[in-house]
């Protein structure tokens, strides 16, 4: 059973949800280096996150029962063309071991959440559409937008944490997040 704290962390025996903190970064860069390898920064959406801060409040991670690191999300500020404001998720990745403890739903529940709460208006997204669906995220949400590079369009999907918020928005998605104060290093 997954319990809401007041903090807004989410545990279950076998891990808990809480912010990212500065110690873990090496804990983080290695778990999506093990999920998604060296081909993770030459993505579209890296471009849109490269040298920024993630939003505030949501930049998540997950703790196995050891204490040791074993998911993580983000989400970052970005202007979606003129539907304004939004947030684009990603990259959402879990440890190879962990991978049927739920933690992948419990991590977007928060964020999602969390992101509502903050009175964000809509998140996008470019991943697996049938995972990211029972999320009510939709490729009909980014049919007018763009990301700047290549993007399977089956992958780019939107959500409205406000209703509409996405409807009939069109143009270019760009990065609009504080950039990072200090380059950080492995």
């Given at each position: ?18 912010d ?69 998720l ?9 991978r049927?403890?739920?933690l992948?739903?419990?991590l ?6 969390r ?18 669906t ?7 949400a ?8 290549p ?23 760009e ?12």
């Open positions: 059973m997954i319990h809401v704290r007041p903090h807004l962390a989410v545990a279950t025996p076998a891990f808990h949800v809480r990212e903190i500065d110690t873990d970064f090496v804990a983080r860069e290695a778990l999506l280096d093990a999920a998604f390898g060296p081909t993770r920064f030459a993505k579209t959406c890296e471009r849109l996150r490269e040298g920024r801060r993630p939003a505030e409040g949501l930049a998540l991670v997950a703790e196995g029962a050891d204490g040791r690191l074993i998911g993580t999300v983000r989400l970052w500020h970005v202007e979606a063309g003129s539907a304004g404001a939004a947030l684009m990603g990259p959402i990745a879990i440890d190879a071991e962990a049927s403890l739920g992948g739903g419990a977007m529940r928060v964020a999602i959440d992101a509502r709460r903050f009175g964000h208006r809509a998140i996008v997204l470019v991943g697996d559409a049938p995972y990211y029972r999320f009510d995220f939709t490729p009909e980014t049919l007018g937008l763009d990301l700047p590079g993007v399977d369009r089956t992958r780019f999907l939107g959500l409205d944490l406000v209703d509409g918020a996405l409807s009939g928005a069109s143009g270019m998605v990065a609009t997040g504080p950039f990072e104060a200090i380059a950080r290093a492995a």
